[in-house]
């Protein structure tokens, strides 16, 4: 099993590339057997899936941690401002951030003889043969 931080999926900068998602995508640019293909497209839907519970999660915390207008409701969240407080706000998203999922990882041994980039060896995604 892959243990992979919720920050190596999942920013708050949209221009924020997942390591996970670009190592996976690099392995299915490879000439791989259907089995392992299928296996990394499984992969990258229930990583996409845990991303946007991420996301979800991360906009109820701006909800819950906005400042209220007259009425008692939430204030859309542009900036710090916004906050009710912002330190409470900083912590939970750390926390939320810092959390960790379990996968099922792919072996090193069956991509052993691949050419890939540097990075995807490095991937939490990929499991070490001692695992």
């Excluded at 924020?16 to 392992?36: E, G, H, Y």
Aim: proline residues 4%; negative net charge.
């Amino acid at each position: 099993m892959a243990t992979i931080r919720i920050n190596e999926i999942c920013s708050t900068d949209p221009s924020f590339q997942p390591p996970v998602m670009v190592a996976l995508a690099d392995i299915l640019a490879q000439r791989i057997n259907s089995r392992l293909g299928r296996k990394v497209r499984k992969l990258q839907q229930a990583v996409q899936a845990e991303i946007e519970i991420v996301k979800s999660e991360f906009e109820r915390l701006r909800t819950v941690y906005a400042r209220k207008d007259e009425n008692g409701n939430p204030v859309n969240v542009e900036s710090e401002r916004d906050l009710e407080d912002v330190r409470a706000f900083r912590l939970a998203v750390d926390e939320l951030m810092n959390d960790t999922i379990t996968l099922e990882g792919i072996p090193f041994a069956a991509i052993e003889e691949l050419s890939l980039k540097g990075a995807t060896w490095a991937s939490a995604i990929i499991e070490d043969e001692d695992e």
